[in-house]
């Protein structure tokens, strides 16, 4: 797979009947192809200085995890802090969002939360993560000719997972084992036992053709593919992935560190601006989702039923058969903007990394100690501090005791 670049003119080049939907889904999904090559990227070198350049250069995928990057921009919240922001990048791969970052084409992008720790512990780039840009946001969706109402009823299926290093796969696999199935990895087309699962890489712009197709039975991924795969691939959820583990960050915002030492009050104010586009996000989530679509602002090149949808629909009594959505008394939504990056979290995903099974080398896994990770990869200070200034930021509910600390909750 090699990923192209995105140009603006590409934005809204797609019809809406149903051949042009059709046609969307496979073409504009390829914007977020990648990860793997992402994961593997050759010469990636630290930049070991901080640019001249203190315009506000993002780079992103066009995906519902960019939403306070964009939503910063769209509001003008970085220039009400006094910064110069250049237009937002849209680029059509993990790869080369994370080659452009490491070599200084942006200073702010958002990440799958375990691509930070492969680049700061495999390749030893400063990266450091600042905020979260979402919670929840993933499901597990199956064929809509399925007749799978939970996990133990996945045995001898073929489900996607966007890349071995994923909060997608951590939860399928521990919601599989708990079914008393086991994931292996395989070729498709060796036998699978009635207990075993076979776990394979799509790219998420592949998941719902794929589905759709029948070359395989369901995937695991992050919205809008979800809402994508039920409007345009008829199929249907078994379980969102904030209704296991509640409230669970995706993507987080990333930034060199060796730029956030070097200007501290730049960094402060990119903070300021990005808490309070998750505070609008939070709090006016259908029209955040009609904006950022291609019938408004045009940042995704998605319709705006499929991102809101992505972004509203998330009624229990629209999910019970399959019962998708079992504790309602979480209070969460399909997705969720909160950015503090609880440090619980951290070492809950890093020991998770290591127990999960995957392809390839985890050599750099075997050394991490989840407290220190936890430490030393995510910066604290200057989102906290935006949220002392804006405390509506925290989700709705959240207690005093919960605001900097919380207990992680995992229920299969």
């Not at 019809?15 to 977020?32: C, E, I, K, P, Q």
């Not at 039975?217 to 992935?241: I, M, Q, S």
Request: glycine residues 6%; charged residues 20%; proline residues 7%.
């Amino acid at each position: 797979m090699s990923p192209c670049d995105c140009h603006s003119n590409n934005r809204k080049d797609y019809t809406t009947t149903n051949l042009g939907r059709r046609r969307f889904m496979l073409d504009s999904m390829a914007t977020v192809g990648g990860l793997a090559a992402a994961m593997h990227l050759p010469g990636m070198m630290p930049r070991a200085y901080a640019s001249d350049d203190q315009r506000v250069r993002i780079g992103y995928l066009p995906i519902t995890d960019a939403t306070p990057l964009l939503v910063a921009h769209a509001l003008g919240y970085f220039e009400d802090e006094g910064l110069d922001v250049v237009e937002p990048e849209l680029i059509r791969g993990w790869s080369p969002l994370v080659e452009g970052f490491t070599r200084g084409r942006f200073n702010l992008v958002h990440l799958l939360n375990p691509i930070p720790v492969w680049m700061r512990y495999n390749n030893d780039f400063p990266v450091k993560i600042m905020a979260w840009a979402h919670v929840n946001g993933s499901a597990l969706l199956v064929s809509g000719k399925s007749q799978a109402e939970n996990f133990a009823d996945l045995g001898g299926t073929q489900i996607a997972v966007p890349y071995w290093y994923s909060v997608h796969n951590t939860l399928l696999q521990m919601a599989l084992r708990n079914a008393g199935l086991k994931p292996v990895i395989q070729d498709q087309t060796d036998p699978l036992a009635s207990d075993e699962v076979n776990l394979l890489i799509l790219p998420p712009p592949d998941m719902p053709a794929a589905l759709a197709a029948g070359r395989i039975d369901g995937f695991t991924v992050a919205e809008p593919f979800n809402a994508a795969g039920e409007l345009l691939a008829g199929g249907k959820l078994l379980r969102f992935t904030g209704d296991i583990w509640e409230n669970h960050p995706c993507c987080v915002v990333c930034m060199n560190e060796n730029e956030v030492n070097a200007r501290p009050e730049w960094t402060q104010k990119i903070l300021n601006a990005l808490v309070r586009a998750s505070i609008h996000a939070q709090q006016n989530k259908e029209e955040t989702a009609r904006m950022l679509s291609r019938d408004g602002r045009g940042y995704l090149p998605m319709p705006a039923e499929v991102v809101v949808r992505a972004m509203t629909y998330y009624d229990p009594a629209d999910y019970q058969t399959p019962n998708a959505i079992r504790h309602p008394q979480w209070s969460n939504s399909r997705i969720d903007f909160a950015p503090y990056p609880y440090a619980s979290a951290t070492r809950q995903l890093v020991s998770a990394m290591n127990k999960t099974l995957v392809s390839g080398d985890t050599t750099f896994l075997n050394n991490l100690d989840p407290d220190e990770v936890a430490r030393d990869l995510v910066d604290y200070n200057f989102v906290r501090h935006a949220m002392e200034q804006y405390p509506e930021a925290h989700l709705p509910g959240t207690s005093d005791e919960n605001r900097w600390e919380r207990e992680e909750r995992i229920q299969l």
